[in-house]
């Protein structure tokens, strides 16, 4: 099957990168693919209270601090442009349990409130479809040949598999 992203009527996805897990964790990277296929993607200045680093962590998305402070974008930044691209949407996450948390504390830290929903990709899937998702996550990984654990790469493949599900959906519906 085709890569190629056809985004009628496919959601905005969006994901994070963080610090490490638990306590004191704080986003270092968001991206995300709007319904229409447009991709943003910026590295998150830390500010002052956020001093939790996890060196796995950084193994898996190959982030460093020094990078962060070096050329990431101030939070006030990061949510004003959020804000202004996914005004009235709801935004879809693979990471609810996470991703939630690390949003709002970037949010809070701006000292801005999202105008945009966040909610858990599951909801979109049916009970077959989740147990396969990680497989075809995977799968579409390789298929890109997309090695980096980036935000914005890490949204497309989650567009990029929902939208093969629904074209697996469609073909099955019209048999």
């Not at 959020?82 to 830290?109: E, K, S």
């Not at 997309?146 to 697996?168: F, G, K, N, V």
């Amino acid at each position: 099957m085709s890569t190629e992203l056809h985004t009628a009527s496919l959601p905005a996805i969006l994901d994070l990168e963080a610090s490490g897990f638990g306590r004191g964790s704080y986003p270092i990277e968001v991206g995300f693919v709007d319904g229409q296929g447009r991709s943003f993607c910026s590295l998150i200045r830390p500010v002052a209270d956020w001093q939790h680093w996890d060196e796995r962590a950084q193994a898996l998305h190959g982030i460093s601090r020094e990078a962060l402070l070096a050329h990431g974008r101030p939070p006030e930044w990061i949510a004003a442009e959020m804000n202004a691209r996914l005004a009235g949407q709801t935004v879809y996450c693979d990471g609810w349990g996470n991703d939630y948390p690390w949003l709002a504390r970037m949010f809070d830290a701006a000292g801005m409130q999202p105008r945009f929903r966040l909610d858990d990709l599951r909801r979109l899937l049916s009970e077959d479809e989740a147990a396969g998702w990680h497989g075809l996550t995977e799968q579409m990984r390789r298929e890109l040949k997309t090695e980096r654990h980036r935000a914005s790469s890490d949204a497309r493949i989650l567009q990029l598999a929902l939208q093969r599900l629904r074209q697996q959906r469609a073909g099955t519906a019209a048999l």
